[in-house]
């Protein structure tokens, strides 16, 4: 990766989780002096010595680079960490349970506001609650600071976070004063290098903007779930039906990749936020609230078609569980969904594999084992949850001695079906046209 380094401010980043510890490395890439904190005292120490917390490409280094480089630190202590920060940035979590919070946001911004020299510049990169930073802003000016505070929202997929930090779309900045583009000043510093449109905006358009942008995205694998069955139900090609709507420029092709249903710690978060939003100052939205039951209901829709409404004395081994391929995070994923969907139809035994998740965080219940020929071992029928292309390169003639039934369910149209059906497999597929005719199947009468 070509060294940028044309920045020269001085950031310190408040969280080391998925969008702290990119974002952090990503601005020492630029040539920024970075300062990265976290509360999580094992996670510093394992930066410290190297280890990633979590899977992301490119990561590790560009945290060794910038550690090497002398501008990327790590730290326990926000104060002495914020100490003669520029600017300071705010990565912290915003989920509990399931629900949007700014408790940890707020507890942040509150100790810096108490900090004998409070950061001139606090830009807050988690995701806002629209009319969030209003409030925000309101505790800082009764604290009677004379902090700037900015809402730096990001665009990037796990996965590929560090690519979409480096080349963003645009760079969205939110703040109080009219005067925007003089104010947007500090963050235009922290990302000299970058070539993107900057938007400075106020507050509410860029909270808008971000939870607008999750929105559209979640609306758009919504409807693709729902057209995925009129295509079966008239036995039409779905890849085809995708790149015909695709093409058009005013949709393009991405998100309409039918699946399990949208999940990752954003897009469902901010369709329920959106929705709440909504409800809470009654305003008519129909589209947003159907779109969070539409994506709930297709984990449903996909277990019913699985089991084909079979009695359930069924064994189903899942291959995939991170929310989708390139990351290690399972949160909301689509194919705990599906497990769950699966267990209420008291399916006899699941086992799961996935290339990175090993264990995941308060489910006991799924068994994960380390090899996808030992999870698939002693099953009825194999289903591939997340689009891993190594799910495409799985060996179907080993696989055949181990699935007593050899079905083969596709939700994310990465099997080799040619391979998988010439090893005796029955595949089904919620993305492709099945290669043969013994294997379409009317879905209409499973929803
Ligand atoms: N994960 C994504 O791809 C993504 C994408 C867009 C936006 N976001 C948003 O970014 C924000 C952060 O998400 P994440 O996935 O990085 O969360 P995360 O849970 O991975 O990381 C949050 C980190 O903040 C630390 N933290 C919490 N309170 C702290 C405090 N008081 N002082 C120091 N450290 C503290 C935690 O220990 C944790 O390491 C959320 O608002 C999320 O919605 C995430």
């Known amino acids: 990766m070509d060294d940028h380094g044309s920045a020269t401010g001085s950031v310190t980043v408040i969280g080391a989780g998925y969008v702290g510890l990119v974002t952090a490395a990503c601005l020492a890439r630029l040539g920024n002096t970075v300062r990265c904190v976290d509360q999580n005292r094992p996670r510093i120490a394992s930066l410290r010595s190297g280890k990633m917390p979590f899977s992301e490409p490119d990561l590790a280094e560009l945290v060794m680079d910038g550690v090497a480089a002398g501008r990327l630190t790590f730290h326990t202590s926000l104060a002495a960490a914020c100490r003669r920060a520029e600017s300071v940035m705010v990565a912290v979590g915003t989920d509990e349970g399931g629900r949007w919070t700014d408790r940890h946001i707020r507890a942040v911004v509150e100790s810096l506001l108490a900090l004998p020299a409070v950061p001139p510049n606090i830009i807050i990169r988690s995701t806002m609650r629209p ?123 991405e998100f309409l990749q039918p699946g399990l249903g949208f999940g990752g710690s954003c897009l469902p978060g901010q369709v329920d936020l959106l929705t709440e939003v909504a409800s809470e100052r009654q305003l008519t939205a129909h589209v947003v609230p159907a779109v969070a039951r539409a994506n709930r209901a297709q984990a449903h829709r996909v277990a019913e078609e699985i089991l084909e409404r079979q009695d359930s004395a069924v064994r189903v081994t899942i291959l995939g569980l991170a929310f989708k391929a390139g990351t290690d995070d399972t949160r909301e994923s689509p194919a705990l969904r599906l497990i769950d969907a699966l267990k209420q139809r008291s399916v006899r035994r699941i086992r799961a594999y996935d290339p990175l998740v090993r264990v995941i965080p308060d489910r ?11 999870a698939a071992s002693g099953a009825d029928i194999v289903v591939v949850a997340t689009e891993w292309p190594a799910f495409g390169r799985l060996d179907w003639t080993s696989m055949a001695g181990l699935v007593s039934r050899r079905e083969v369910y596709d939700a994310r149209g990465v099997v080799d079906v040619a391979a998988a059906t010439s090893a005796g497999f029955r595949v089904r597929s919620l993305v492709r046209q099945p290669a043969d005719g013994a294997v379409a199947k009317d879905t209409s009468s499973a929803a």
């Open 131 to 253: 009319g969030g930073m209003a409030i925000l802003n309101g505790i800082a000016s009764a604290a009677g600071s004379q902090t700037h505070l900015y809402y730096n929202p990001e665009f990037t997929r796990e996965g590929n976070a560090v690519a979409d930090f480096m080349a963003p779309d645009r760079i969205v900045v939110g703040m109080a004063l009219g005067a925007a583009s003089v104010a947007a000043e500090p963050v235009r510093r922290l990302y000299k290098g970058i070539a993107a449109p900057m938007l400075p905006v106020d507050y509410a358009t860029a909270e808008l903007i971000k939870v607008g942008s999750n929105a559209f995205l979640a609306t758009k694998i919504a409807f693709a779930n729902e057209l995925a069955q009129f295509c079966r139900s008239f036995g039409g090609d779905m890849e085809a039906l995708r790149r015909g709507i695709g093409l058009d420029h005013r949709i393009g092709p």
């Open 364 to 374: 006991p219940d799924v068994h994960v084992v380390a090899d996808p020929y030992q």
